[in-house]
């Protein structure tokens, strides 16, 4: 914590951190002066003597944050990820989501030693997708933030998972439409749908986030990795999601951008829609079959499985 003599020479100076044998770390946070910041996972009300907060614009350009927000973005939704060897469904993440209405990606790769680079130069070819070098450990709020302030200039709203994860709007795939939005894409009629069900037409304008229960995925049986791909090769889930994961409107995040994986604070008056699981869920492929030689391998970052968790989907 600096010196209080120091506080009027330090506001709007860029803060990095430096750590023995790995340098600096990637940093696109600025010395702000004192304020108040809400916790982003209990109602409790953090004080803070002084606060890290985000440059919104670190090229140094002047933005008018009115014209910002009023201006329609190049694409209704995004994505953004921080991949870690996870070539394996990779292309089926990217393929799934375009076909919901997914139109740009982010991809931050932390480290990979799979063929990821060989499913990405394929990928790249067919949609599109931006590629990040991100080699820091433990860092993928910062990343994540890093992806909101890239975002913001050509992206309404931006969906934050893994890749792993995928979105199922169940009601709009199978029906639910509406004349009005017949030309639009699964993802954008979902997003216009329910937050005017909920909040009508009026207060849709002020939804910031939106949440989905997440749901982890069993290995399901199978001794094999499933040719058919991970959402149709799994098909055993736990009972009761574990978490949520947040679709955003980028510029209704808090200038700030802190955020706890995947979920950001939001800007006052502005709203958060949880959605029931017959709406939309997450579908988390997260304990999968991996094979290796004679050996086989579940994938479940240590987690131990119990058979009376799981149920059949």
């Known amino acids: 914590m600096p010196h209080p003599s120091l506080y009027k020479s330090l506001i709007g100076k860029k803060i990095s951190i430096k750590l023995p044998k790995m340098g600096s770390l990637p940093s696109i946070v600025y010395f702000e002066s004192s304020m108040t910041m809400k916790s982003l996972i209990h109602e409790d009300i953090l004080q803070y003597s002084n606060h890290i907060m985000v440059n919104p614009n670190p090229s140094g350009t002047i933005i008018n944050k009115q014209d910002l927000n009023s201006t329609k973005k190049k694409y209704f939704i995004c994505a953004c990820s921080m991949i870690q060897n996870q070539a394996r469904f990779l292309k089926e993440w990217i393929m799934y989501h375009s076909y919901l209405g997914i139109e740009r990606w982010y991809l931050y790769d932390n480290n990979s030693v799979d063929e990821f680079e060989e499913v990405l130069n394929e990928s ?153 699981q017959n709406i939309a869920v997450i579908n988390h492929y997260k304990y999968q079959v991996i094979a290796k030689t004679l050996n086989m391998k579940i994938y479940g970052f240590g987690t131990k499985l119990q058979s009376s968790s799981f149920s059949n989907n």
């Not at 931006?158 to 939005?181: A, R, S």
């Not at 979902?190 to 937050?195: G, N, P, Q, S, V």
């Open 124 to 276: 790249l070819l067919q949609f599109n997708v931006t590629h990040h070098i991100w080699p820091w450990r433990n860092v993928e709020e910062t990343s994540m933030s890093h992806c909101a302030l890239r975002a913001q200039h050509e992206c309404e709203w931006v969906m934050f998972t893994h890749v792993d994860e995928f979105l199922y709007p169940i009601n709009y795939i199978y029906g639910n439409k509406k004349v009005m939005y017949n030309n639009y894409s699964i993802l954008e009629r979902f997003i216009k749908m329910e937050t005017e069900r909920v909040w009508g037409a009026k207060g849709a304008n002020h939804v910031a986030e939106i949440r989905l229960r997440c749901f982890d995925y069993g290995p399901s049986g199978l001794t094999q990795p499933p040719e058919e791909g991970v959402m149709v090769g799994y098909t055993c889930r736990m009972k009761t999601p574990k978490r949520h994961k947040s679709i955003v409107r980028v510029d209704a995040l808090s200038d700030s951008l802190l955020n706890v994986v995947h979920h950001f604070s939001i800007k006052p008056k502005f709203r958060t829609l949880t959605l029931h």
